[in-house]
């Protein structure tokens, strides 16, 4: 529980009655239920400090809360029957029609977007230039696939992906359509990914990996964006856009923004001071680039990087509060 500099939500509202007036009713109420608010975390930093300084605001309110680790794709059901309460970075182009299903059927609620823009990209390493003349032209590709083999692949190139719970990320349509020999291999999470990029820059190995800005792996690796086609809508809809006439997807990914916050529809009803601090919560690049410097770089855990930012923006996060408190 953070309360160095803390506003203390029961000493406010007992000074208001001693003063002869009353609190108000949203600050007096908090919390309106001792049940517990459990929040989902992913396998990603920005998403798992955004959680936690999500989890360390409501225990200030007084909240019960509990952080739960759950996939990507499976925290959706879980929201549905009220096993995790909310999710707090959830990007659109990757995770699946369930939720958009289940938005519109009532059974999750959004809480809003953070402004937050970036997301998935198709990248190499700036030293596989020298092994696959050619690049960042994706087609070169096609001359150098030798350098790609690895046994769990042979005789394709070796792709790196995802982890196979982040959604359909239509690697095979890619590949087919692009006419890339290539088999793709689920990483463990952001993690190995990192570690991937980490050990071809070592090794001066070849590597073709999707990964996603903001990060700062992007920087200290050198990796490049692959010369595909710019990603249109049309890309996925109309096999006549693109360089092949008969396929879709033959384009690289979209870059994303509205990237939101959900929850079961029942916050509203059972902690609706804490529904609303959700809904005020929002960081935009360079915060999400702050979180992923001091966990990844600087070595702090999650929760102490969520301290650290709660303290050094305490302003901003008085201002989520009163909002929250109605105040």
């Not at 890339?180 to 993690?191: K, M, S």
């Not at 800005?213 to 050198?222: L, M, N, Q, R």
């Not at 990603?231 to 006439?245: F, I, L, M, S, Y």
Request: aromatic share 10%; proline share 6%; charged share 20%.
């Amino acid at each position: 529980m953070v309360m160095h500099g803390a506003r203390n939500w029961l000493t406010g509202a007992a000074m208001a009655l001693a003063l002869g007036v009353s609190a108000p009713a949203a600050l007096a109420d908090v919390p309106e239920s001792d049940e517990t608010i459990k929040l989902g975390i992913n396998e990603w930093t920005t998403q798992q400090v955004i959680t936690q300084i999500a989890h360390q605001l409501l225990e200030e309110m007084g909240y019960n809360v509990e952080s739960v680790t759950i996939g990507y794709y499976p925290q959706v059901e879980a929201m549905v029957q009220n096993d995790i309460t909310a999710t707090l970075e959830l990007w659109p182009n990757n995770i699946g029609e369930g939720i958009y299903e289940a938005i519109d059927n009532g059974e999750i609620i959004t809480l809003g977007t953070h402004d937050i823009v970036g997301g998935g990209q198709l990248y190499y390493p700036a030293h596989m230039e020298e092994l696959c003349p050619g690049l960042p032209d994706y087609n070169a590709l096609r001359a150098c696939m030798d350098v790609l083999v690895a046994p769990d692949t042979a005789p394709s190139g070796r792709f790196v992906g995802y982890p196979a719970d982040w959604g359909d990320v239509q690697y095979e349509e890619r590949f087919e359509a692009m006419d890339l020999d290539l088999v793709a291999i689920p990483a463990g999470g952001e993690g190995a990914l990192v570690a991937e990029m980490a050990s071809a820059y070592e090794r001066k190995a070849p590597l073709l990996i999707h990964f996603w800005e903001p990060h700062w792996a992007i920087g200290a690796y050198d990796m490049k964006i692959l010369g595909a086609p710019v990603w249109e809508e049309e890309c996925e809809t109309d096999p006549a856009w693109g360089p092949n006439p008969d396929l879709t997807y033959d384009c690289n990914y979209p870059i994303q923004a509205g990237i939101f916050k959900a929850a079961n529809p029942g916050i509203d009803e059972t902690w609706p001071a804490a529904a609303k601090l959700l809904r005020e919560m929002s960081f935009d690049n360079t915060e999400a680039g702050w979180m992923l410097i001091e966990v990844d770089q600087n070595g702090l855990s999650q929760a102490e990087a969520a301290t650290k930012w709660i303290e050094e923006n305490r302003e901003k996060v008085n201002g989520w509060m009163d909002a929250a408190a109605g105040s």
